[in-house]
């Protein structure tokens, strides 16, 4: 003996019902996302892409007063077919995930009421008739991506700046011995923080700077090292 068939629907709180009368049909929608492109000398081809999400559909009919029908599915049912209605419509208001399970087959559908319309049809005021959409919910969850923070190069010690160029002419400030000659011949006396200027310069001696006043007056050689530019 065949086993009876029955459509259980389950709201988000777990609250079960079977449907009174079985649909004639129901219907699972499953497609991929595919794509065409045109390859240079092989024309059109496809390009297969994932799954998309599913959806079942369901139409049936609802008794005004189902207690009095005689071609129930099901002996446990609810005395009027507006129950059922008021049922469905919650579920699809709520927007929340419901099941659809159907015995006998492996239908164990989970997903939210998309759609839901119900009415009378050819002027029949003793049934209703139904239509309801469920599509597959898939959960998603976002995810706070934190921003990387830019690394400062952490500031290091400043570049001393190069010394001032000295040349003929150049102020500078001498701390040194005077001589006579840049050989160091007749040394003389001795500067301190004396402001003067370079009035001649003998490359590779041993004191190649001769300083004089500055208006003029002749003091003397002395030591690179004695010297330093203002």
């Known amino acids: 003996m065949a086993k009876k068939m029955y459509f259980y629907i389950t709201?988000?709180?777990n609250k079960t019902f079977k449907l009174p009368i079985n649909p004639k049909e129901f219907k699972i929608e499953a497609s991929t996302n595919d794509t065409t492109v045109n390859v240079v000398r092989l024309g059109e081809v496809s390009i297969l892409g994932d799954e998309k999400l599913k959806s079942l559909e369901i139409s049936s009919i609802l008794p005004v007063k189902v207690k009095?029908?005689?071609?129930l599915s099901t002996s446990d049912v609810y005395k009027n077919g507006q129950t059922y209605l008021d049922k469905l419509e919650k579920i699809y208001k709520n927007k929340k995930n419901m099941?659809?399970?159907i015995s006998t087959t492996k239908v164990n559908f989970k997903g939210v009421m998309s759609s839901f319309t119900y009415g009378m049809s050819e002027g029949y005021s003793d049934e209703f008739q139904f239509t309801f959409k469920v599509s597959q919910?898939?959960?998603?969850?976002?995810?706070?991506?934190?921003a990387k923070k830019k690394k400062v190069a952490k500031k290091g010690k400043g570049r001393s700046k190069p010394p001032k160029k000295i040349s003929r002419g150049s102020k500078v400030i001498v701390n040194g011995r005077l001589h006579l000659?840049?050989?160091?011949?007749?040394?003389?006396?001795?500067?301190?923080?004396a402001t003067r200027k370079i009035s001649l310069i003998q490359k590779g001696?041993?004191?190649p700077y001769h300083v004089v006043t500055l208006n003029g007056g002749a003091r003397g050689w002395v030591k690179a090292s004695a010297v330093k530019a203002v």
Do not use: F, M
Not at 181 to 193: L, V
């Open 68 to 71: 009095d029908a005689h071609y």
């Open 11 to 13: 709201d988000n709180k």
């Open 205 to 207: 001696a041993k004191y």
């Open 137 to 146: 919910y898939q959960p998603h969850k976002a995810i706070k991506v934190k």
């Open 99 to 101: 099941r659809l399970v």
């Open 181 to 193: 000659d840049s050989a160091g011949r007749g040394p003389g006396q001795t500067e301190r923080n």
